[in-house]
């Protein structure tokens, strides 16, 4: 039997993308504004199922990677962190041990979800500074904008173009 092709997640970011160009060059804007009916009838299936807290397909409950999924799927779709607040339930805040930090590190490397995701699981700010998943982009690009101590291979700022010798300022 064939592979479906339908389903796999180069072909589904090829259609997202060519749909996108389509509404670009169309004059119609942002595809956010205006869902077409395929992906509006999946982000209303996304919200029930966070809802209820049941996959619809095999009707066992939300597991966090589902939830966590979910979410980053709605939020790529255009919807707010609050709207998905309004119909998801309200999780317990998770323990915080060694081993969850460790895990939460290695599941951002892995997936790289919006940090909004993981309030919906339970994680605080708190946790993910501790993981390293919060707060890491800032500080990568504080350093990199110190033009004294670059390490290897770190991107720096654009210089200014030299004059070249002889150039006059009012000649430009």
Same mark, same amino acid.
């Given at each position: 039997m064939a592979p479906n092709r339908r389903s796999s997640p180069d072909v589904?970011?090829?259609?997202?993308?060519?749909?996108?160009?389509?509404?670009?060059?169309?004059?119609?804007?942002? !595809?956010? @504004?205006? =869902?077409d009916g395929r992906t509006e009838k999946r982000r209303q299936r996304i919200v029930e199922e966070l809802?209820?807290?049941?996959?619809?397909? !095999?009707? @066992?409950? =939300?597991k966090p990677i589902d939830v966590l999924t979910r979410v980053a799927t709605l939020l790529e779709l255009g919807m707010t962190a609050v709207a998905i607040r309004k119909v998801c339930k309200v999780p317990r805040k998770v323990q915080v041990t060694d081993e969850v930090v460790a895990g939460i590190k290695a599941l951002h490397l892995a997936y790289g979800f919006p940090m909004e995701a993981y309030a919906f699981v339970g994680l605080d700010d708190d946790t993910l500074r501790k993981a390293g998943v919060l707060g890491a982009s800032k500080a990568r690009f504080v350093k990199a904008s110190n033009d004294d101590?670059?390490?290897?291979?770190?991107?720096?700022?654009?210089?200014?173009?030299?004059?070249?010798?002889?150039?006059?300022?009012?000649?430009a």
């Open positions: 589904v970011q090829k259609r997202r993308v060519a749909r996108q160009f389509n509404d670009l060059l169309r004059g119609g804007g942002t !595809t956010t @504004a205006a =869902l809802r209820e807290g049941v996959a619809r397909a !095999t009707g @066992a409950s =939300l101590s670059q390490p290897k291979g770190s991107v720096q700022k654009a210089k200014r173009p030299r004059r070249r010798p002889g150039a006059s300022r009012s000649a």
